[in-house]
T-cell receptor, first 115, second 114 residues
Framework: GNSVTQMEGPVTLSEEAFLTINCTYTATGYPSLFWYVQYPGEGLQLLLKATKADDKGSNKGFEATYRKETTSFHLEKGSVQVSDSAVYFCALTLMIKAAGNKLTFGGGTRVLVKP | DGGITQSPKYLFRKEGQNVTLSCEQNLNHDAMYWYRQDPGQGLRLIYYSQIVNDFQKGDIAEGYSVSREKKESFPLTVTSAQKNPTAFYLC?????????????FGPGTRLTVL
């Protein structure tokens, strides 16, 4: 079946540090890949996505590249801020209508940025 | 503003009671989804619907029921048969046409069973 594995947290950083959150996946087919962010007490917001190999998604200083050869979609940010403290979820979907085009999520990685 | 609304934000229920969580979207999205999130865990799919008057079970449908009488609404009922209902519930929706693969989420409802 399909699955997403991401590094366990919490990840604690100082402001302006470099952030990497590893995400690897297994899928039967060619999935679209996503990073969602969840701030405390809120729903999930789409952070970025990539739909095919070698695509780079980017938003708000975050980047992730779809690496088919390593089945990875690692999230990076060069200089984090306190406001980046949140839980980050890696997810995939295969565009299969019969399966509802559902998202498969990783377990989430909590990031805490200290001033 | 277009978006997904969920109500209430916090919900308390006594054991043995059914409770219904609301989800409304004005994005004209075709598909809607319900997920459950437990502390420190990822999201698990409860039910989904790709068209009005039709819905499918997800990975953890036992103890839950849904209806899809209108395109914009997808309420979830947590029944007394759900053994451990305390969780954060998230509704999502998605456009079906073209390569619309992105799901958009509501703000969530936190259900606590007393």
């Amino acid at each position: 079946g399909n699955s997403v594995t991401q590094m366990e947290g919490p990840v604690t950083l100082s402001e302006e540090a470099f952030l990497t959150i590893n995400c690897t996946y297994t899928a039967t087919g060619y999935p679209s890949l996503f990073w969602y962010v969840q701030y405390p007490g809120e729903g999930l917001q789409l952070l970025l996505k990539a739909t095919k190999a070698d695509d780079k998604g980017s938003n708000k200083g975050f980047e992730a590249t779809y690496r088919k050869e390593t089945t990875s979609f690692h999230l990076e940010k060069g200089s984090v801020q306190v406001s980046d403290s949140a839980v980050y979820f890696c997810a995939l979907t295969l565009m299969i209508k019969a399966a509802g085009n559902k998202l498969t999520f990783g377990g989430g990685t909590r990031v805490l940025v200290k001033p | 503003d277009g978006g997904i609304t969920q109500s209430p934000k916090y919900l308390f229920r006594k054991e043995g009671q059914n409770v219904t969580l609301s989800c409304e979207q004005n994005l004209n999205h075709d598909a809607m989804y319900w997920y459950r999130q437990d502390p420190g865990q990822g999201l698990r799919l409860i039910y989904y619907s790709q068209i009005v008057n039709d819905f499918q079970k997800g990975d953890i449908a036992e103890g839950y029921s849904v209806s899809r009488e209108k395109k914009e609404s997808f309420p979830l009922t947590v029944t007394s048969a759900q053994k451990n209902p305390t969780a954060f519930y998230l509704c999502a929706s998605r456009r079906l046409a073209g390569s619309a693969d992105t799901q958009y989420f509501g703000p969530g409802t936190r259900l606590t069973v007393l």
